[in-house]
């Protein structure tokens, strides 16, 4: 098959969001089981047209309704879009999803990153189209695997990280602990930030540091005890993947969107404040009940990828046996 990918990612080694490095895990799984993916669209053969973003913009060429005019010029092709985003509190001044419902409604197949994401459009919009499915994100277990994580747990040490500065990753959860830390009811806890903090705030108790990606993320992650997470109405979480298949328990927002779903048995969800601060007592004395339970096959980027792949070659035996009965 040949595949064309909306989005590709820069080749240097740098820290950026989740979907590129969705984009990177698929391209370099694809290419590994003999399949081409390109990222222009000036070849005719194009099997799969799999859609990231349905705007265009750095590191995305073509908008969909360019992608909609080529399929006029290749009937054979099929165009996927992987739903990964949303409007809700996200971005408060964005009217994306007009964009992203009419990119639904003209694709031929439709991958939500969450069950969460897909009841959200299905429900707010009526979306009652066929031809759409769910596929859990997954982290690079190269890097994001419980080797030499650090057992020593004299301290509760939190950690987590963010490529976004958005206020929505919680930054209202992360400033308040930073004022606790400093008092001596909570010396025991330690709070590790990795990535870009927002900028109207700046943390005294809490150990920040610039983005890191790959092997120097996740050693520092297994550095760490807990995963944190504060993170709201996220459509498919990354960060919170990685975490975990560092090894780490994990404290999740009551209204972490997919993330919830993702963590059901792994952690313990929180609403607040005073809730975090009690649902971090209780993983720390029932610990390895919640390491027991981290599924890291269903973490993985190879199960992910190797789920995108069993979806294109399904659609693919569909053409063939469709242009075969013609």
């Not at 979306?127 to 499915?133: E, F, P, Q, S, V």
Request: aromatic share 12%; hydrophobic share 30%; charged share 25%.
């Amino acid at each position: 098959m040949k595949v064309f990918i909306s989005l590709e990612p820069p080749s240097n080694n740098i820290a950026y969001g989740g979907g590129l490095f969705f984009v990177k895990n698929l391209k370099d799984f694809l290419i590994k089981n003999n399949h081409s993916v390109v990222h222009n669209i000036e070849d005719n053969d194009i099997d799969i047209i799999l859609i990231i973003d349905p705007r265009n913009g750095p590191m995305k060429k073509y908008s969909y309704l360019d992608l909609l005019q080529y399929k006029k010029v290749n009937l054979n092709a099929k165009i996927v879009y992987r739903v990964n985003e949303c409007d809700i509190k996200r971005y408060p001044q964005s009217s994306l999803e007009p964009i992203i419902v009419d990119c639904i409604n003209k694709s031929d197949y439709v991958v939500f990153v969450s069950n969460w994401l897909k009841d959200y459009y299905c429900d707010k919009y009526n979306i009652n189209k066929a031809n759409i499915t769910h596929i859990l994100p997954g982290c690079n277990s190269d890097f994001f695997n419980p080797i030499n994580k650090n057992k020593k747990r004299e301290k509760i040490k939190l950690v987590t990280h963010h490529w976004s500065n958005n206020f929505n990753k919680g930054f209202e959860i992360y400033n308040c602990l930073d004022k606790l830390l400093n008092l001596e009811a909570y010396r025991n806890i330690e709070f590790t930030y990795i990535g870009n903090y927002i900028e109207n705030y700046k943390p005294k108790n809490i150990n920040v540091i610039e983005p890191k990606v790959g092997y120097e993320l996740s050693r520092i992650i297994k550095q760490n005890n807990i995963y944190l997470t504060a993170s709201q109405y996220e459509p498919g979480g990354n960060h919170n993947i990685e975490g975990v298949c560092c090894g780490l328990p994990i404290l999740y927002r009551e209204n972490g969107g997919s993330i919830k779903e993702q963590s059901i048995d792994i952690g313990e969800e929180y609403s607040d404040i005073n809730s975090l601060l009690e649902k971090i007592e209780l993983i720390n004395k029932n610990y390895e009940n919640y390491i027991t339970n981290i599924d890291y096959d269903k973490f993985n980027s190879n199960r992910c990828s190797h789920d995108y792949l069993n979806f294109f070659e399904n659609i693919f035996k569909k053409c063939i046996r469709k242009e075969t009965v013609i």
